[in-house]
């Protein structure tokens, strides 16, 4: 049995020292950004993720790591400490599992660092005493080794990193409404990921504006300028100022000005004034509650036809944006209403009114996801049917969903049923791994599966039948869904989020529920 209180004692004596040489240096240190690199188990496993750690308070934050399947061990997820204190945080790491993977036990990661973990950064190895295990009692004090690290290291990155900023409460003089959010780097003072939207009236057209305008860039201001998609005929500008600089650390910032007008120069620099800020707003690294929500499911062509639902059940006109992207993370072009082929639309919707978009259901099945904008007082839902020849036509509904880290759903392989996913990585930057974890009506683990990943904005629909029949044929039960990233997490992630599918023996199909977890 391994004794996690006795591991950190042996450590104790050994780092006690450069403990007491490190800690005053360390009392006002920021926190970093610790990744995992190449870190490979015993038994072929291996491990993937990181954490924050503060050397001036030894906490550890921000824990996201996965192990995979080896040998000796099924792989399991890591998000959270154990239950007790760790005295010696900065040699020694101990990480409970998110979720049960071993007949009602628990696992364990316990990461010894050589050297310890420093307020100045730098690269550790592992020492022996790193291992994952089975917990052997009730709050994993105690636990029983499977294997252990045999290769890797772990380095530090800043964890202030570019920060994304969410537009709040502005509203333009002609009462149109700016939403979106961009992505800002005070190291390299640099703008990106920018989705900005500007609401029509019935004088003034909208705006989409997704590039910066080539004016050197500002940590007080921004100037964007419109996607020509939006506006074929001409280009618009808008210039977004803040009361005080943008930086790393995030928080709320007043808008002082907003002008939108329209260009009068070929690259933008000069424009006529069309529009200026009433009510000034701010821009917040702590996104609006609904504010965003994933269509994890789009399908056109081959039979397919989908149609966007979108529900204002206010007095006030709300205007949203809807973009869409395909399988291979690059943008889905859709024809809807007629309108287009575009990836993005931006969509009026009159107080207790509904807006009904189709796509044209014309050639070879497509499938993507969506992302729909300024919907926190909206419905959307994207009903996806299929009508074939010599078939029962079949409907779903796929509801618009917050982003989420992890969700659960109910799955049956029993004789003539089957159950399928589409997954969506919400991410523009990381590769989200898939931590699928499947358990039988009684909460008892089958088995998991975390060989999969999605790069950045990618999207799959598969049946369990087809990639899991051998482990699942002929049961039914739960299956819970977390997400774990490669590389270093960029600010912004949200993870998997995903829709559920049912087929009946009659061979038609409807939609499953998933419940949201942390």
């Keep these: 049995m391994c004794n996690p209180d006795g591991d950190r004692n042996v450590i104790r004596l050994l780092c006690f020292g ?53 040998s000796l061990v099924q ?36 990461l010894s660092f050589t050297p310890a973990l420093l307020a100045a950064g ?130 709320t910032i007043a808008i002082t ?27 917040s690294t702590t996104q609006e509650t609904g504010a965003t929500a994933i269509l994890p499911q789009i399908a056109d062509g081959g039979g397919f036809v989908t149609e966007f639902i979108i529900t204002n059940p206010t007095g006030a006109t709300i205007t949203c944006r809807l973009t869409f992207w ?33 796509t044209q259901g014309a050639g070879a099945t497509v499938t993507g996801w969506g992302l729909a904008e300024n919907v926190a007082q909206l419905g959307v839902i994207a009903a996806f049917r299929l009508k074939l020849p010599n078939i029962t036509e079949s409907e779903a509904t796929v509801q618009g969903i917050p982003p989420t880290a992890g969700f659960a759903m109910a799955f049956d392989e029993t004789p003539g049923f089957d159950t399928g996913f589409a997954l969506a990585n919400v991410s523009a930057f990381d590769t989200v791994i898939e931590n699928l974890y499947f358990y039988d009506t009684t909460g008892a683990l089958i088995f998991s599966d975390s060989s999969k990943t999605l790069g950045p904005h990618q999207h799959e629909s598969f049946m369990f039948s087809s990639r899991y029949n051998a482990q699942l044929q002929g049961k039914r039960g739960t299956v819970r869904v977390y997400y774990g990233v490669q590389g270093t997490p960029t600010n912004g992630t949200v993870g998997l989020s995903g829709l559920g599918l049912r087929v009946n023996p009659g061979g038609t199909f409807t939609s499953l529920a998933t419940t949201s977890i942390n």
């Excluded at 792989?75 to 009602?104: E, H, I």
């Excluded at 029509?200 to 909208?206: D, M, N, R, S, Y």
């Excluded at 072009?333 to 009114?353: D, E, I, Q, W």
């Design 257 to 283: 000005t907003v002008t939108e007008g329209t260009c009068t120069s070929a690259t933008c620099n000069t424009s006529n004034t069309v529009r200026t800020v009433a009510v000034g707003g701010f821009v």
């Design 122 to 251: 730098g690269t550790a190895s592992f020492s022996g005493a790193a291992v994952e295990s089975v917990c052997a009692n009730a709050d994993c004090s105690t636990s029983t080794p499977q294997r252990t690290i045999t290769g890797g290291t772990v380095s530090a990155v800043s964890a202030h990193v570019a920060k994304r900023w969410y537009l709040k409460g502005v509203i333009l003089s002609d009462g149109a409404q700016v939403f979106g959010s961009f992505l800002f780097d005070a190291n390299s003072g640099t703008y990106s990921a920018i989705s900005v939207t500007t609401s029509a009236t019935q004088a003034i057209l909208g705006a989409s504006y997704n590039d910066q305008s080539p004016a050197a860039a500002s940590s007080s201001s921004i100037v964007l300028v419109s996607a020509a998609v939006i506006v074929p005929s001409s280009t618009t500008t808008i210039a977004i100022n803040f009361a005080t600089p943008l930086t790393n650390s995030g928080g």
């Design 18 to 70: 450069l403990l007491l040489s490190l800690s005053f240096g360390a009392a006002n240190a920021a926190p970093l950004h610790w990744q995992l690199n190449g870190v490979t188990f015993s038994d072929g496993g291996k491990a993937f993720g990181g954490f924050d750690f503060d050397a001036g308070t030894k906490t550890y934050s921000n824990i996201n790591i996965t192990t995979t399947t080896g």
């Design 75 to 110: 792989g399991s997820y890591y998000s959270s400490v154990a239950p007790f204190p760790n005295s010696v945080a900065a040699d020694y790491l101990y990480s409970v599992s998110t979720v049960p993977v071993f007949s009602g036990s628990t696992a364990s990661l316990a």
């Design 326 to 358: 395909k399988d291979s993370g690059v943008p889905l072009l859709l024809t809807l209403n007629g309108a287009g082929p575009n990836s993005t639309y931006v969509v009026r919707v009159p107080g207790h009114s509904t807006q009904f978009l189709a």
